[in-house]
């Protein structure tokens, strides 16, 4: 369909790029149309695993063209082949793939014929990266990536026999989605393994079309590491290149591999994996030695696979045999299950009904017989059942230990630190000794002490803990698994208060890259790490990179999560600040006002967010001379931050000194002295 030619671009920038030109003579409007999808989808896409596009336009004999990256490398069977690389460096080398389709799936769009000669290997920053080259015979799944959306002519394939899917090989109406692509990956996955394709390529090219269908259709692939033990001789090269000899591969191969492959090699695509990141996470569970989602088809889906190949051979040989042998393997299988899942319920039954019966005795209180007329507040609730919790549960550490992790994040969460903290200490010292330092829920609790730790200011104590679960969480998790990414975010956040500008900006914004990636661009996750970055700026009083974000997350809030959400209210609050420190004060004193306003009924006067908003709206009033309102605003921030902080603490003592300033100029020398004396002797930092 196309020339391509290596060229060196001049302007705006000097590099070698490579241009695709319509050859001549095939410039039909079906040709032209496919040419111009191929420019815009990959113009769509910005993606470390996708070459980027440039330029485009026409040639002076009309022809088009455009020029996109030049890609200095070679196919991924090949580079890994003449690398020698290992088993799990091919496996961390197709998870960057699985990355770059999945990219592309979000944007929209169906490569349709991955193989390896589409997937280039370049080295950046000394380590193997993919490039995915080639989509001219992409679709559009979510929008036409062109004016005039290509059509895929029916009786007509598209792709390359060896990689195509059972839909793409049958020619039929049956439409050709994302799974199609993750068909294409588990052949590559297959070849990158066993050395050696599903299916022999010299005979699918040798047959008709309706046999390449009924192949690809019908047909079962062996096991990869069947597939090794039968290549003979071959498997010596094989097993050579990848440093092990053929027995010990396909022992490695047997198990793990064999299962994901052959699940994104499914012949009906609802048992495929529904995206490429999924079969992403199956191989990263597989190198992180977790347990993986793909596992062995069963007896039944093997035995109706045979039966539709075979209708009337399996109807009139041996129907009852067949059945027999059947039912057989089913009883074996299923009883085995019955008894792992009989164990396991009654494990979680039992952990259940203590759980139950906990939370039962806990809101007994508010029947009147147990209340005996009082009225109880959440804080009264929380409290009653820590000392419950010790008390019932003292033979149930494990289930102890997960309540008082729970009830200890609450406190966090309402602002109550001094009351989550033995709470949180207790329940990670007990999942340290019961469930070990890498077990997920002990990484959950220890992260949240840190996050306490966070709030009181406590930031040499909370930096070594985050660093610590950060690596654990990567080495149990992966590095991009949602938790590992939480972690990174709770340690810029930590960075950005200790004004370590350069080291919050660096962790953040990888952070947030692979959260959208990973998690979407709309994630309360994603939306937090946002959040953090515009902070991060307006404390480098960078207000014109701060205030778009700002709006950003104030918008994807609301709509997410409605007015009254704290997220939203804290999003408010982050907007006005940046007003304030603009001097824009009639923009940011209703959203100021609104904020507090919602953040008392929502978190209470004593809330530390409360409180940090009326201590902002009290300064900011202080810089109008507006000295009654400031005053106002001031005191009910110190009273709030005493309740919830101690009288002590450094955003008490920031609303003190405000006061004394606030006094002072407005010219009330005998208060001022009176908040003054109310100073520790060595005042801590401001807020």
């Not at 052949?187 to 192949?215: I, N, S």
């Not at 990670?428 to 840190?450: F, H, I, K, S």
């Not at 966070?454 to 998790?477: F, G």
Request: net charge neutral.
């Amino acid at each position: 369909m196309g020339e391509v030619w290596l060229a060196e671009q001049s302007q705006p920038v000097h590099r070698l790029v490579a241009i695709k030109i319509i050859k001549a003579g095939m410039d039909t409007a079906q040709v032209v149309a496919r040419f111009e999808t191929e420019r815009q989808a990959l113009a769509m896409m910005d993606h470390p695993a996708i070459a980027k596009v440039f330029d485009g336009g026409t040639t002076p004999e009309g022809r088009p063209y455009f020029a996109m990256e030049y890609v200095r490398g070679e196919s991924i069977t090949t580079y890994c082949e003449r690398q020698r690389l290992s088993l799990n460096q091919r496996l961390e080398l197709f998870i960057q793939l699985c990355e770059g389709v999945q990219h592309a799936h979000q944007k929209g769009i169906i490569h349709r014929d991955l193989k390896p000669s589409n997937i280039l290997v370049v080295l950046q920053d000394d380590r193997p990266a993919p490039r995915i080259i080639d989509f001219g015979v992409a679709k559009a799944i979510a929008q036409p990536v062109a004016e005039h959306p290509l059509l895929t002519e029916l009786g007509a394939i598209v792709g390359t026999r060896e990689y195509m899917s059972p839909e793409q090989a049958d020619m039929t109406p049956l439409d050709v989605d994302t799974r199609s692509d993750v068909y294409s990956l588990g052949v590559v996955l297959y070849e990158l393994l066993a050395g050696a394709l599903p299916f022999d390529a010299h005979a699918l090219r040798e047959v008709g079309r309706a046999e390449v269908g009924r192949t690809i259709r019908d047909a079962e692939p062996l096991r990869p590491s069947a597939r090794v033990m039968e290549l003979g001789a071959i498997s010596l090269a094989v097993a050579h290149d990848r440093h092990v000899d053929p027995a010990r591969l396909a022992r490695q191969l047997t198990g793990d591999l064999d299962w994901i492959t052959l699940k994104a090699l499914e012949k009906d695509r609802t048992r495929r994996y529904q995206t490429a990141n999924a079969l992403a996470l199956d191989v990263r569970r597989h190198l992180n030695n977790e347990p993986v989602s793909a596992g062995p088809p069963s007896g039944v889906y093997r035995v109706g696979k045979f039966v539709r190949r075979h209708r009337v051979g399996v109807a009139a040989a041996s129907a009852l045999a067949v059945i027999l042998v059947a039912f057989s393997a089913v009883v074996a299988v299923q009883a085995s299950r019955i008894a792992r899942e009989r164990d396991r319920a009654n494990r979680e039954a039992t952990a259940a009904k203590q759980v139950a019966d906990f939370l039962i005795g806990l809101f007994n209180v508010s029947d009147p017989r147990e209340a005996r007329g009082s009225t109880l507040t959440a804080r009264e609730i929380l409290s009653n059942g820590g000392r419950q919790i010790e008390q019932d549960l003292r033979d149930q550490p494990e289930v102890q230990a997960r309540l008082q992790a729970t009830i200890g994040n609450v406190y966090v969460s309402l602002g109550l630190y001094g009351e989550a903290g033995p709470l949180l200490e207790r329940a990670r010292q007990t999942q340290m000794r019961l469930l070990g330092p890498d077990n997920p829920e002990t990484l959950t609790t220890t992260n949240q002490l840190a996050n306490l730790y966070w709030h009181q200011r406590k930031l040499n104590e909370a930096e070594p803990i985050y660093l610590d679960v950060i690596e654990r969480r990567r080495r149990v998790l992966g590095d991009e698994h949602p938790d590992t990414l939480k972690t990174r975010f709770d340690l810029a956040s930590l960075y950005s208060v200790q004004e370590r500008w350069n080291e919050a900006e660096r962790l953040n914004l990888t952070t947030l890259d692979k959260q959208r990636r990973v998690l979407g661009a709309e994630h309360p996750d994603t939306v937090a790490s946002m959040n953090n970055l515009q902070y991060m700026y307006h404390g480098q009083q960078r207000y014109s990179d701060a205030e778009p974000i700002a709006r950003e997350v104030l918008e994807i809030t609301r709509r997410l999560r409605g007015e009254g959400h704290p997220d939203t209210l804290r999003s408010l609050h982050n907007l006005a600040t940046i007003y304030d420190a603009t001097g824009r004060y009639q923009q940011a004193e209703p959203l100021y006002l609104e904020a507090i306003a919602g953040k008392r009924r929502v978190l209470g006067d004593a809330h530390s967010s409360t409180c940090r908003s009326l201590y902002r709206v009290g300064l900011m009033y202080k810089k109008q001379r507006r000295y009654a309102e400031a005053e106002s605003a001031a005191t009910a921030a110190y009273a709030g931050y005493v309740r919830s902080m101690g009288a002590n603490h450094e955003f008490t003592t920031g609303a003190v000194e405000l006061l004394v300033a606030l006094y002072s100029e407005w010219g009330q020398p005998a208060k001022a002295a009176e908040w003054r004396a109310k100073l520790p002797k060595q005042a801590e930092l401001k807020q």
